[in-house]
C-alpha cells in the first residue's frame, strides 16, 4: 500500500528566510505527487503536482517541489518566506490506476516576524 | 464560481443522534471523496464515489454511509454517532475518476460528539 512520511510536523522560520518541508513516499511504481496547502479555518487547496516530465515543478507563489525517484522524495521548497505562507501543507500521492489520493500527516509552517 | 460546498460548519451533537452531512459541487465532477481530518494523522479517506450509484470503501469507513443519487452531492450520514468520530471532516471532488490526484476540498465540517 502506497505510504505518504512528512518528516517535520511542525517548521518555524523567520520570514524572508529560506524554508524546506519534507515528504518521501513509498511506492516504487509510477506515481503522481502533490502539494497541498491549508491556511487556518480554510479547506485543502492543490499549491502544484507532478504528474510527468521536468521533476522540478513550481507554484504561482514562488514554492517549487523536486521529483526526486532514487530518493522517493518530493519535498517542497521556497528561497524566501512570507508572513502569508503560514498555513499546514500536506504532501500526496496516487499511482496509475488507483481511485485515491494518499496524504502525508501534515507540516505546519510557521513564519516568525 | 466553482466550489464544493459543505453544511453544516460545525455541529455538535450527542451519542447516537443519527446526522448527516451535505455535500454538494457545482463542477460536474464524476469522483468525490470524503475524508476526515485528525491531529498527527493527516486526512484519511472514509469513502469515495466514482460516479451516480458507484462508491465504495476508503480507509476508515466504519460507522460511516454515503449514497450517491446525483452527480452533484454525495452526503455522509452517521448513523449512530459516537465520540471517536469527533473530527473535522472535508468532502472533495475531482474531474478525474481514475487518479484524482487534483482534488478541489469544501471548506469542512467540525463535527464534536458528546
Known amino acids: 500500500a502506497q505510504s505518504v512520511t512528512q518528516l517535520d510536523s511542525q517548521v518555524p522560520v523567520f520570514e524572508e528566510a529560506p524554508v524546506e518541508l519534507r515528504c518521501n513516499y513509498s511506492?516504487?511504481?509510477?506515481?503522481?505527487l502533490f502539494w497541498y496547502v491549508q491556511y487556518p479555518n480554510q479547506g485543502l487547496q492543490l499549491l502544484l503536482k507532478?504528474?510527468?516530465?521536468?521533476?522540478l515543478v513550481e507554484s504561482i507563489n514562488g514554492f517549487e517541489a523536486e521529483f526526486n525517484k532514487s530518493q522517493t522524495s518530493f519535498h517542497l521548497r521556497k528561497p524566501s518566506v512570507h508572513i502569508s505562507d503560514t498555513a499546514e501543507y500536506f504532501c500526496?500521492?496516487?499511482?496509475?490506476?488507483?481511485?485515491?489520493?494518499?496524504f502525508g500527516q501534515g507540516t505546519r509552517l510557521t513564519i516568525n516576524p | 464560481e466553482a466550489q464544493v460546498t459543505q453544511n453544516p460548519r460545525y455541529l455538535i451533537t450527542v451519542t447516537g443522534k443519527k446526522l448527516t452531512v451535505t455535500c454538494s459541487q457545482n463542477m460536474n465532477h464524476e469522483y468525490m471523496s470524503w475524508y476526515r481530518q485528525d491531529p498527527g494523522l493527516g486526512l484519511r479517506q472514509i469513502y469515495y464515489s466514482m460516479n451516480v450509484e458507484v462508491t465504495d470503501k476508503g480507509d476508515v469507513p466504519e460507522g460511516y454511509k454515503v449514497s450517491r443519487k446525483e452527480k452533484r452531492n454525495f452526503p455522509l450520514i452517521l448513523e449512530s454517532p459516537s465520540p471517536n468520530q469527533t473530527s473535522l471532516y472535508f468532502c472533495?471532488?475531482?474531474?478525474?475518476?481514475?487518479?484524482?490526484?487534483?482534488?478541489?476540498f469544501g471548506e469542512g465540517s467540525r463535527l464534536t460528539v458528546l
Open positions: 507532478y504528474l510527468s516530465g521536468s521533476t
Open positions: 472533495a471532488s475531482s474531474l478525474h475518476r481514475v487518479q484524482p490526484g487534483e482534488l478541489f
Open positions: 511506492s516504487s511504481v509510477s506515481v503522481y
Open positions: 500526496a500521492v496516487t499511482q496509475g490506476g488507483a481511485q485515491k489520493l494518499v
